[in-house]
């Protein structure tokens, strides 16, 4: 909401208060200020001129010499404008002036001819393009003739004036309005404020004559209100209206239009004008829609109907959707000359589903939707009438046509000013109480020592005894609330195991050199359960926003290599990423998907890049797997981990594996399948993905720190001849298991093919290390040991030593 100071002083002065103190004081009792907006841009030395000459430049088709009285002198004007013309009063910026975006006005000589200042439109002030009226969107504004020339033209354009921008939460709809927002204000300085006065005068012809009134559908409509004005001229507004909409961040079109945005940005309730004559039948009809029935609205759009969808109709076809938009069929026009003014109370919940299935949302739809004052609907097309009256030369008919079922009784909350201290923990009196409700013009008695408060109708939010709480709070002063600490038996707080382990596979993934990546839980159906570690029935939502975010993902390595693509498209040549996020999983009995946390990474680039030292080295399989190795040592889990080729959809054939924690298969480690690669445009690109959750819920034995061994260790090599399809995590865990207490490390140190192996074998070494913490091992015992070894590789792998 867009707040006008200078409108604001018509209702409650505030004169002589600094904006900025203002919105200091209206954001502590409860309404945020966004922000303040000088409409001036600090501008001087911007006149009203006359346009006493103009003709073309000999130089140039499209520039004019204009001479231009501007008071003090007539002086030349070089203008581009298209529609400058003789006889004009215009905008001057002289010599000196600065405009907005820094602009600075000099003398200059354009294709030989001086040129003493610029003749200026709108845009050029300051004031968006978007609201600027249609006729002087491409070129300079003309001011009305009754302007003098020398004059200061920022008072005329409504620019010295300071705009406050609300941002305002959904339960204060009555602030939506200039009239609700000056009775906040007057309740902040302890005001009154000054309500339009509404006085004109109608003609002996009756409204009820011209006009005939049904509403079909009274659940939806149960107020609905009619005056009838003819003999309207219809021109552009006086410039005070013009300039009043514009601060509102409202586009200028007629007198006729501007009236009813006027009267909607000031009571709140949304009005339409309609063309009587375009009507056609003197008959308005409110009904809901035929099903798939068409309406063009005011923005040329054509739009499909839904039988629920509530429409005006001229009983034969729609002329608007209800508290929505207007249709084109019967729009107000230069040639109009009676008018329908309407003003309506429309349920809220059906004006929300029509603005959101037609796709349309509007200044009428968004006050609709928060609830209006029953109470002002009928004031607000007096008040309407009123202007029509004074600024379009109307003859208001006699009367209204009125359809009226709504129920206009205030909401009775009584409470009593202890229930309302206990609450916020103060001392406040029931006189300062009864002041403060006074002040936001809420009518309060008090009887028997309670509060009895009939609460007004421009009032939605008040309903229960906590909403009088807030605004005795808010007005009292929040700073005012006493600062106390909770008095109770309390433990600090702290990470939970689970939270505390995640944050070390964050730390060791970020240490490691991966980026944290944050993407989109929703997929397409295409990669909703590409590299899956389990699948189940997928999510869907019922009105995604495109089919690429329509299913919840069961895994996050796809996204992941959405992330690397848009990276190496942008010559980001190595990339590494991780992301901790959840999978969605089948459903729950509550009917929602079992959320299951996993952690996944990419790897695709150099993994080492010292250029000075000449060394490089591509990612690889075995880095990725390191990084899982290193993560699952860091939280006590290496001695379950065991790797084991797979072939997965979407993977490398030969370089990739399941990866299992004791024995169950926790996640996946390998190169993204070549195909897949060259579709996205990515080298070689190496994923892993590990059920968080599970990893983290192990219980891992307290962390044990032994002495520096006293004892030396004895080392032994072996190099096995063994079937090229036997893994060397296989041999590993026949070493591990047959070397006993005694062997303390197991580590593979060379892969041999070639000469001197027979085809379709391999040859593979390890260092085997053995260690006793309490005495130095002999040679006996290292030996009985090895030859268990030994023995255990060839009879459960069939390997055998190389000579």
Known sequence: MLVSTKWLNEYVNINGINPADLAEKITRSGIEVDSIIDRSHGMTNVVVGYVKECVKHPEADKLNICQVDVGEETTQIICGAPNIAQGQKVIVARPGAVLPGGMKIKKAKLRGEESNGMICSLQELGIEGKLVAKAYAEGIYVLPQDTIPGENALPLLGLDDTVLEFDLTPNRSDALSMLGVAYEVGAILSQGIALPKIDFTESAEKAED????????????????????????????????????????????????????????????????????????????????????????????????????????????????????????????????????????????????????????????????????????????????????????????????????????????????????????????????????????????????????????????????????????????????????????????????????RRIVRQFLE???????????????????????????????????????????????????????????????????????????????????????????????????????????????????????????????????????????????????????????????????????????????YVMELNLERILSVDTDELLYAPVPRFPSISRDIALVVDSGTSAGTLEAIIRKAGGKLLKDVKLFDLYEGNNVEEGKKSLAFSMTYFDPERTLTDEEVVKAHEKVLNALTNDADAQLRG
Do not use: C
């Open 511 to 685: 240490g490691a050199g991966l980026y944290q990546a944050i993407t989109y839980s929703l997929t397409s159906k295409e990669q909703s359960q590409a590299y899956a570690l389990e699948t189940a029935p997928v999510t869907e939502l019922l009105m995604p926003m495109s089919e690429e975010r329509s299913i919840l993902r069961q895994s996050l390595i796809p996204h992941l290599l959405d992330a690397t693509t848009y990276n190496v498209a942008r010559r980001i040549d190595s990339v590494a990423l991780y992301e901790t996020g959840s999978v969605f999983l089948g459903e729950e009995e509550d009917g929602l998907p079992r959320e299951v946390e996993h952690v996944a990474a990419v790897l695709t680039g150099k993994w080492v890049d010292h250029a000075w030292q000449g060394e490089t080295k591509k990612v690889d399989f075995f880095v990725m797997k390191g990084i899982v190795e290193g993560m699952m040592e860091r939280l006590g889990l290496l001695d379950g981990l065991a790797f084991e080729q797979a072939a997965i959809d979407g993977m490398h054939p030969g370089r990739t594996a399941n990866i299992f924690l004791n024995g169950e298969r926790i996640g996946l480690v390998g190169q993204i399948h070549p195909t897949e690669q060259k579709k996205r445009d990515l080298k070689e690109t």
């Open 210 to 501: 011209k006009l005939k009134l049904r509403v079909d559908a009274p659940a939806d409509n149960p107020m609905y209100v009619a005056k009838v004005v003819k003999n309207i001229k219809v021109a552009e507004s006086p410039l005070w209206l013009q300039n009043y909409l514009m601060a509102a961040g409202v586009r200028p079109h007629n007198n006729v239009v501007d009236i009813t945005n006027y009267v909607l940005m000031e009571y709140g309730q949304p009005l339409h004008a309609f063309d009587y004559d375009r009507l056609g039948t003197g008959e308005i009809v409110v009904r809901h829609a035929e099903e798939g029935e068409k309406i063009t609205t005011l923005d040329d759009t054509e739009r499909t109907l839904n039988s629920h969808n509530l429409v005006i109709t001229n009983g034969k076809e729609p002329v608007a959707i209800a508290g929505v938009m207007g249709g084109a069929n019967s729009e107000v026009h230069n040639g109009t000359t009676t008018v329908v003014i309407e003003s309506a109370y429309f349920a809220p919940a059906s004006v929300r589903q029509t603005s959101k299935e037609v796709g349309l949302r509007s200044d009428a739809s968004t006050r609709f939707e928060k609830g209006v004052d029953p109470n002002r609907v009928q004031e607000a097309a007096e008040r309407a009438a009123q202007l029509m009256a004074e600024l379009a030369g109307g003859e208001v008919l006699s009367g209204s046509v009125i359809v009226d079922e709504l129920d206009k009784t205030a909401e009775r909350i009584t409470i009593s000013p202890d229930y309302i201290n206990s609450r916020l923990g103060m001392k406040i009196s029931m006189d300062d109480m009864l002041s403060i409700l006074e002040r936001l013009k809420i009518p309060t008695e008090a009887i028997n020592g309670q509060l009895v408060i009939e609460a007004p109708t421009r009032r939605q939010d008040l309903r229960i005894k906590e909403d009088i709480i807030e605004e005795v709070a808010r007005m009292y002063g929040y700073d005012e609330i006493p600062k106390t600490l909770p008095v109770s038996e309390s433990t600090p707080g702290g990470l939970t195991p689970y939270q505390a382990k």
